[in-house]
């Protein structure tokens, strides 16, 4: 069903009738803006609650609805101090909405407006900012929510319907308006746009290219997201963007005190053939009981276990001389072949690999979060940036917790995960791969067997494990930037207060961004210079 949009106590969506979008788009950053007006065509009135996912690197600052004669505004507050207001409020009797976001992996933004006569409309106003994402080519993706800009199946269409409880519509034609115009600025220029919906014209707005504007040229598609990527002159250059506080709020509010972005996107060179780069590897391994079940749930086939150990012995022979290793197995309990991380020799390797065929599924349940604390306790090694490979079948009861935890330490390390199994959980493997900049794989049996030599079937493990496995490694073996340091020149009577642990290794194609809240004199200029 319908989960997003403003919706009637039966979760069936009020009908959007028009949408007007801003996107101010600087850096990898995006402050969106969009105005919406819906319509109850019902012949009595509903009970409306607008519901706004939020991604993770996104946050709602700004929320107004008309409806009915009434306006709603939230205020922004801090946690605490938003908290006492509501608590405040209900005890003087006074009607108050209490909105928040919490955890680290999505959130919903809900607030219910009430009763929506007949025939009436209600008229919401959203401001929000979210992290662009980085595409592997260097452009800056932003993708328009579906809840402002729903999708619609066409009358005579053949295909799966793309969505549900909501009426088809006649073929070409939305039951909405949707104007979208972006603004774009960089210091360094900007290259290009591109979309999958027709655009106007890119216009400059400066002589030397660093802001440029952009818009809808036409209704946009009923089966699809509107996506912009854009393109920037020299995307490798550091750069800063100061947000000045909102006007009128109260200096040292939460609003109040300018904010600074530094965006860090280095260029990093490609690895010298010959040459082995360091690092610190190591392998968590899942050895809870279910790891014994069978790949594909028939009797014959591999157990999980088997198939993760194959591509754990496939990574651990492919590692550089003079990096560091350690292999951690976990279930109820966990244990680790050596206290801390050892040297890769062809003596430690040979000793781990004839472990490694050892290892049985003999350690209970599924508990991941001891282990990922145990080796994020351990300090990380000078010049070893760490790669962190984790192999489970399972799902665990704080998946939520175990991403925060790994999105917590990202700026240390890089984290790849397999799914092993057809049950293997995605929102635990895909969610911890995403919080530290690696990438997932899911190793099923679901392919037929394919012969390896004559007469001679290879299990389907194995045809398919080894590739992902050897990309992962490729992956972790690029160079990486490592003692990063910054510093800040500011005038004098104010300071930099960082919202974000700042990073201490830059991998390959990733991004950091760095914010700052700026306390003191309100009206500041050029301040950051990166080293």
């Given at each position: 069903?319908?989960?997003?949009?403003?919706?009637?106590?039966?979760?069936?969506?009020?009908?959007?009738?028009?949408?007007?979008?801003?996107?101010?788009?600087?850096?990898?950053?995006?402050?969106?803006?969009?105005?919406?007006?819906?319509?109850?065509?019902?012949?009595?009135?509903?009970?409306?609650?607008?519901?706004?996912?939020?991604?993770?690197?996104?946050?709602?600052?700004?929320?107004?609805?008309?409806?009915?004669?009434?306006?709603?505004?939230?205020?922004?507050?801090?946690?605490?101090?938003?908290?006492?207001?509501?608590?405040?409020?209900?005890?003087?009797?006074?009607?108050?909405?209490?909105?928040?976001?919490?955890?680290?992996?999505?959130?919903?933004?809900?607030c219910s407006l009430g009763n929506l006569p007949p025939g009436e409309?209600?008229?919401?106003?959203?401001?929000?900012?979210?992290?662009?994402?980085?595409?592997?080519?260097?452009?800056?993706?932003?993708?328009?929510?579906?809840?402002?800009?729903?999708?619609?199946?066409?009358?005579?269409?053949?295909?799966?319907?793309?969505?549900?409880?909501?009426?088809?519509?006649?073929?070409?034609?939305?039951?909405?308006?949707?104007?979208?115009?972006?603004?774009?600025?960089?210091?360094?220029?900007?290259?290009?746009?591109?979309?999958?919906?027709?655009?106007?014209?890119?216009?400059?707005?400066?002589?030397?290219?660093?802001?440029?504007?952009?818009?809808?040229?036409?209704?946009?598609?009923?089966?699809?997201?509107?996506?912009?990527?854009?393109?920037?002159?020299?995307?490798?250059?550091?750069?800063?963007?100061?947000?000045?506080?909102?006007?009128?709020?109260?200096?040292?509010?939460?609003?109040?005190?300018?904010?600074?972005?530094?965006?860090?996107?280095?260029?990093?060179?490609?690895?010298?053939?010959?040459?082995?780069?360091?690092?610190?590897?190591?392998?968590?391994?899942?050895?809870?009981?279910?790891?014994?079940?069978?790949?594909?749930?028939?009797?014959?086939?591999?157990?999980?276990?088997?198939?993760?150990?194959?591509?754990?012995?496939?990574?651990?022979?492919?590692?550089?001389?003079?990096?560091?290793?350690?292999?951690?197995?976990?279930?109820?309990?966990?244990?680790?072949?050596?206290?801390?991380?050892?040297?890769?020799?062809?003596?430690?390797?040979?000793?781990?690999?004839?472990?490694?065929?050892?290892?049985?599924?003999?350690?209970?349940?599924?508990?991941?979060?001891?282990?990922?604390?145990?080796?994020?306790?351990?300090?990380?090694?000078?010049?070893?940036?760490?790669?962190?490979?984790?192999?489970?079948?399972?799902?665990?009861?704080?998946?939520?917790?175990?991403?925060?935890?790994?999105?917590?330490?990202?700026?240390?390390?890089?984290?790849?995960?397999?799914?092993?199994?057809?049950?293997?959980?995605?929102?635990?493997?895909?969610?911890?791969?995403?919080?530290?900049?690696?990438?997932?794989?899911?190793?099923?049996?679901?392919?037929?067997?394919?012969?390896?030599?004559?007469?001679?079937?290879?299990?389907?493990?194995?045809?398919?494990?080894?590739?992902?496995?050897?990309?992962?490694?490729?992956?972790?073996?690029?160079?990486?930037?490592?003692?990063?340091?910054l510093s800040w020149d500011l005038p004098p009577g104010m300071e930099?207060?960082?919202?974000?642990?700042?990073?201490?290794?830059?991998?390959?194609?990733?991004?950091?961004?760095?914010?700052?809240?700026?306390?003191?004199?309100?009206?500041?200029?050029?301040?950051?210079?990166?080293?």
């Open positions: 069903m319908t989960s997003c949009g403003l919706l009637n106590s039966s979760n069936k969506p009020v009908p959007l009738r028009s949408g007007s979008v801003t996107v101010l788009i600087r850096g990898f950053v995006a402050d969106v803006g969009c105005e919406l007006l819906y319509r109850n065509d019902e012949p009595g009135p509903v009970e409306a609650v607008f519901v706004f996912p939020v991604d993770a690197e996104a946050a709602v600052y700004a929320f107004q609805a008309r409806l009915g004669g009434a306006c709603i505004e939230a205020q922004l507050r801090e946690k605490k101090q938003a908290q006492e207001l509501y608590g405040d409020a209900l005890a003087g009797g006074q009607s108050s909405f209490l909105l928040q976001q919490e955890g680290a992996a999505g959130d919903i933004f809900s409309e209600a008229a919401l106003t959203l401001r929000y900012v979210c992290e662009l994402s980085l595409e592997p080519d260097g452009a800056a993706r932003y993708v328009l929510p579906a809840v402002l800009c729903p999708r619609y199946t066409p009358d005579g269409w053949d295909g799966e319907d793309v969505t549900q409880g909501v009426p088809r519509v006649p073929q070409g034609k939305l039951p909405y308006t949707l104007s979208l115009s972006a603004t774009l600025q960089s210091p360094h220029g900007i290259d290009r746009v591109l979309s999958n919906c027709s655009l106007s014209p890119l216009s400059y707005t400066s002589g030397n290219r660093t802001t440029a504007q952009v818009s809808l040229a036409e209704a946009p598609p009923w089966d699809r997201d509107v996506e912009l990527l854009v393109y920037y002159a020299e995307p490798h250059k550091p750069s800063a963007v100061l947000e000045i506080g909102l006007p009128g709020a109260e200096p040292g509010s939460l609003m109040g005190d300018p904010a600074l972005m530094v965006t860090l996107l280095p260029s990093l060179p490609e690895a010298v053939p010959g040459q082995s780069p360091a690092g610190e590897f190591i392998f968590l391994l899942d050895r809870s009981g279910s790891m014994e079940c069978p790949m594909d749930g028939r009797d014959y086939s591999p157990q999980r276990i088997d198939s993760a150990k194959e591509t754990l012995v496939l990574l651990l022979k492919s590692l550089p001389l003079g990096c560091y290793f350690n292999i951690y197995g976990f279930g109820s309990q966990f244990e680790s072949f050596y206290p801390q991380s050892v040297g890769y020799t062809q003596q430690t390797m040979a000793e781990s690999l004839q472990r490694v065929q050892q290892l049985q599924a003999d350690l209970g349940g599924t508990e991941i979060l001891a282990p990922l604390r145990a080796i994020y306790r351990s300090p990380c090694r000078d010049g070893h940036p760490r790669q962190l490979f984790v192999f489970t079948d399972g799902e665990v009861v704080n998946t939520q917790e175990v991403i925060t935890e790994v999105q917590h330490h990202r700026g240390t390390h890089r984290c790849f995960s397999f799914g092993i199994g057809e049950g293997a959980s995605t929102a635990l493997v895909k969610g911890i791969a995403r919080a530290a900049g690696g990438s997932a794989e899911f190793i099923t049996g679901q392919d037929r067997m394919q012969p390896k030599d004559p007469g001679v079937l290879a299990p389907p493990w194995v045809c398919w494990s080894l590739p992902q496995a050897l990309q992962s490694l490729k992956q972790a073996l690029q160079p990486a930037v490592t003692q990063i340091s930099a207060e960082l919202l974000g642990r700042g990073p201490e290794v830059i991998f390959p194609g990733q991004r950091c961004l760095i914010y700052a809240r700026l306390r003191g004199q309100p009206q500041v200029s050029a301040l950051a210079w990166l080293h």
